[in-house]
T-cell receptor, first 108, second 114 residues
Framework: GIQVEQSPPDLILQEGANSTLRCNFSDSVNNLQWFHQNPWGQLINLFYIPSGTKQNGRLSATTVATERYSLLYISSSQTTDSGVYFCALTGTASKLTFGTGTRLQVTL | EAEVAQSPRYKITEKSQAVAFWCDPISGHATLYWYRQILGQGPELLVQFQDESVVDDSQLPKDRFSAERLKGVDSTLKIQPAELGDSAMYLC????????????FGAGTRLSVL
C-alpha cells in the first residue's frame, strides 16, 4: 500500500514563530487531507489538497503531486495550535492512510 | 455546520465484556468509515461502508469485531469479547462519495479495557 512519512516527528515553537511540516508519500494520490488532532482527540479538517496551494488564515498548504510531497505552513503560531498534525491520503483505494504525525507544542 | 455524531465519548469496560459504539454520519453521506487509533499512532481503517454494503473490512478482526449499517444511515461497531489490546480511540468518518472525497470525522469514542 501507499506509504506516508511526516517530518519532523516533534516540534516545539515559541508563540509567534512560523513552521513548516512536511508529508512525503510513495504513490499518486486521489485525496490528500491535513488534520489537526486536538488534545481531546478530535480530528479537525484543515485542508483538502490533492494538488495546488490553499490558504486559510494563518495556515496554508501546498501539494506537489508530481514530486509526491505536501507542506503545511503555520505562521504566527499560537498556543491553541498545539496538538498533532496528520497528513492522510488515498491512492487507488478509498481508505485514508495516515502518516505518523507531527506533534507540535507552542509555548508562551 | 453538519457533523458526524458518535456516542459514547468514553467507555470503560472489563475484558471479556461486550461493547458497542454508535455513529451517525453527515446527512446524505453515502460512505461511512470506522477507524481505530492506538495511542501515539495515526488512525487505521477497520471497515468501510458504501450505503449498507461493506466495501472493505480486511483489517477488521472478525473473530471479535462486527459492524453494521442496516439502513445505510447510522452504524454500530461492536466488540465481543473485549481484550486489553482493544483500548484505543474509535473514530467514525463519512464522505459524500466513495473515492477522492473529503472525509469528515466525529469526536471519537475512547475505549479503556481493564
Amino acid at each position: 500500500g501507499i506509504q506516508v512519512e511526516q517530518s519532523p516527528p516533534d516540534l516545539i515553537l515559541q508563540e509567534g514563530a512560523n513552521s513548516t511540516l512536511r508529508c512525503n508519500f510513495s504513490d499518486s494520490v486521489n485525496n490528500l487531507q491535513w488534520f489537526h488532532q486536538n488534545p481531546w482527540g478530535q480530528l479537525i479538517n484543515l485542508f483538502y489538497i490533492p494538488s495546488g496551494t490553499k490558504q486559510n488564515g494563518r495556515l496554508s498548504a501546498t501539494t506537489v503531486a508530481t514530486e509526491r510531497y505536501s507542506l503545511l505552513y503555520i505562521s504566527s503560531s499560537q498556543t491553541t495550535d498545539s496538538g498533532v498534525y496528520f497528513c492522510a491520503l488515498t491512492g487507488t483505494a478509498s481508505k485514508l492512510t495516515f502518516g505518523t504525525g507531527t506533534r507540535l507544542q507552542v509555548t508562551l | 455546520e453538519a457533523e458526524v455524531a458518535q456516542s459514547p465519548r468514553y467507555k470503560i469496560t472489563e475484558k471479556s465484556q461486550a461493547v458497542a459504539f454508535w455513529c451517525d454520519p453527515i446527512s446524505g453521506h453515502a460512505t461511512l468509515y470506522w477507524y481505530r487509533q492506538i495511542l501515539g499512532q495515526g488512525p487505521e481503517l477497520l471497515v468501510q461502508f458504501q450505503d449498507e454494503s461493506v466495501v472493505d473490512d480486511s483489517q477488521l478482526p472478525k473473530d471479535r469485531f462486527s459492524a453494521e449499517r442496516l439502513k445505510g444511515v447510522d452504524s454500530t461497531l461492536k466488540i465481543q469479547p473485549a481484550e486489553l489490546g482493544d483500548s484505543a480511540m474509535y473514530l467514525c468518518a463519512s464522505s459524500l462519495e466513495l473515492r477522492g472525497d473529503i472525509q469528515y470525522f466525529g469526536a471519537g469514542t475512547r475505549l479503556s479495557v481493564l
